[in-house]
């Protein structure tokens, strides 16, 4: 069983930063994919940033530059993070493992970014 935990959300003033991390349960973890997500409230959650096994990165196009995302597999932790933060990063944030063709998510951690 994997569990996610995510963490460092908060309220920040746009152009100002935070670093969510991810933290995961269980063996293995280096050999996963795992991505970040966000939902606003009234959308769908949509895909935000992805790591791979081998530290291959990829991001949606509204983050580029802005938006990092890392790994310690050592401390089986993903981090994002996030500098010149604009309202519309407001959202709550979710990982993802994927493992063996499943997916698993965290509890997602609230980013309110204000004008």
């Known amino acids: 069983q994997v569990q996610l935990v995510e963490s460092g959300g908060g309220l920040v003033q746009a152009g100002g930063s935070l670093r969510l991390s991810c933290a995961a349960s269980?063996?293995?973890?280096?050999?996963?994919?795992i991505g970040w997500y966000r939902q606003a409230p009234g959308n769908q959650r949509k895909w935000v940033a992805t790591?791979?096994?081998?530290?291959?990165?990829n991001y949606v196009d509204s983050v580029k530059g802005r938006f990092t995302i890392s790994r310690d597999n050592a401390k089986n932790t993903v981090y994002l993070q996030m500098n010149s933060l604009k309202p519309e990063d407001t959202a709550v944030y979710y990982c993802?493992?994927?493992?063996?063709?499943?997916?698993?998510w965290g509890q997602g951690t609230q980013v309110t970014v204000s004008s």
């Open positions: 993802c493992l994927n493992r063996a063709g499943s997916d698993y």
């Open positions: 269980g063996s293995s973890f280096r050999l996963n994919v």
């Open positions: 790591i791979g096994s081998s530290g291959i990165t």
